[in-house]
């Protein structure tokens, strides 16, 4: 069993359009080093407590998104993945930029104080990987701690391989519809191809399924 421990001083940060396979990575390297995955979706988040907890006087108060996650994980060196940093917003209930660069700080994070636990977390050997759509809206003081990597869009061509060899076969087995005669032409491919994001692509096609699905079955009970 091995477990990489985190280099210190190193966040990376995913950039790039949506669907270019950014959350997939992040997943494959926690795969590769047997760890287990928190994702913390910071998209539109307002409130430092999401972060950091709510103080335990508060009405349903709890603990944050973090430690949620480690409980769950049952370990204490997993991946975590911190989605659309660059989504983040300043609220009227502190400000989550700066629990942020808390968490991602070596200096700190060996001694992360949740206000709902109240005791010092060591989170020294967690991995941190950001990942955002657009690098400039990204907080200057955040961006400093990040390593930027960047993800570029996929070409109509790669798109087209990407949904015959993997996106389409790997529907069928998941509706169970391999043995289902179905003609699918080069033109239905080249147009669902048109669509940037891999996300929006396998969507699209999950949606077709589908509705041949209920519709075989109705005959079916017919």
């Given amino acids: 069993e091995s477990h990489l421990s985190s280099p210190i ?5 995913f950039i790039g359009p949506p669907g270019t ?14 760890r287990q995955v928190i994702k913390l979706a910071l ?5 430092e407590a999401e972060i950091r907890g709510h103080r335990r006087t508060y009405v349903a108060a709890k603990q944050g998104r973090l430690v949620d996650g480690l409980i769950k994980a049952k370990e204490m060196n997993p991946i975590v993945i911190l989605d659309e940093v660059d989504k983040l917003d300043k609220g ?5 930029t700066s629990a942020l660069l808390e968490l991602l700080d070596p200096e700190q ?35 400093d701690r990040l390593e930027m990597i960047y993800f570029k869009k996929y070409s109509f061509e790669e798109r087209l391989i990407i ?9 069928l087995e998941k509706y169970e519809m391999k043995s289902f005669d179905i003609e699918v032409l080069s033109c239905f491919y080249k147009a669902i191809s048109e669509e940037d994001s891999l996300r929006k692509i396998e969507k699209n096609v999950s949606k077709i399924l589908k509705v041949l699905l209920t519709k075989f079955k109705l005959e079916n009970i017919t």
């Fill in 9 to 13: 001083g190193s966040v990376l940060c």
């Fill in 163 to 171: 949904l015959k060899d993997y996106i389409y076969p790997n529907l």
């Fill in 43 to 47: 998209g539109g988040v307002t409130d």
């Fill in 92 to 96: 009227t209930r502190g400000d989550p």
């Fill in 109 to 143: 994070n060996n001694e992360f104080i949740d206000r709902y636990v109240e005791i010092p977390i060591d989170l020294s050997k967690v991995l941190f990987i950001c990942t955002a759509n657009y690098e400039e809206n990204i907080p200057e003081p955040l961006k």
């Fill in 21 to 34: 396979g950014k959350t997939s990575i992040a997943k494959s390297i926690a795969k590769a080093t047997n």
